[in-house]
């Protein structure tokens, strides 16, 4: 059969198509996983803007419980409040920083997954066309 025949075209063709699929999938791929880190990293400020809300309030609360009580916001108790808040800035930093090094995970899947894709997309071209090149 010679390789200019029609079967022989279509294997080609099938080949080829498969080939240029498992390529556009790795890009596809990997532009979801960017979509992915930034929805993250997102959702995260949006966590964090809350979380700073609501240490403000409890921090509020407390000056404003320890002045109606009488208490001087000076010495321990100042320590204390000041102590409050630098632990409220550790937990927002800590949910910056944990959603960045998630969001950096996700993309470095994602370019693996892109080189994977098209690794085996270059194998199968390669395949293709050297199954129809010496068929025929």
């Known amino acids: 059969?010679?390789?200019?025949?029609g079967a022989n075209l279509f294997k080609l063709g099938a080949g080829l198509f498969g080939a240029y699929q498992q390529y556009d999938a790795g890009k596809q791929a990997k532009k979801a996983?960017?979509?992915n880190a930034d929805r993250l990293l997102r959702e995260s400020e949006e966590e964090k803007r809350r979380a700073r809300r609501d240490q403000r309030q409890k921090q509020s609360s407390l000056?404003?419980?320890?002045?109606a009580s009488g208490i001087k916001l000076n010495g321990s108790t100042g320590t204390f409040l000041d102590k409050y808040v630098q632990e409220d800035e550790?937990?927002?930093?800590?949910?910056?920083e944990s959603a960045k090094s998630q969001a950096s995970i996700i993309r470095k899947q994602g370019k693996t997954d892109k080189k994977?894709?098209?690794?085996?997309?270059y194998g199968s071209f390669f395949n293709t066309?050297?199954?129809?090149?010496?068929?025929?």
């Open 1 to 5: 059969m010679s390789k200019w025949s």
């Open 33 to 35: 996983a960017d979509r």
């Open 63 to 67: 000056r404003a419980r320890a002045a």
């Open 90 to 96: 550790k937990q927002l930093s800590w949910l910056d």
């Open 116 to 121: 994977n894709a098209q690794y085996g997309a």
């Open 129 to 136: 066309v050297g199954n129809w090149w010496g068929g025929g």
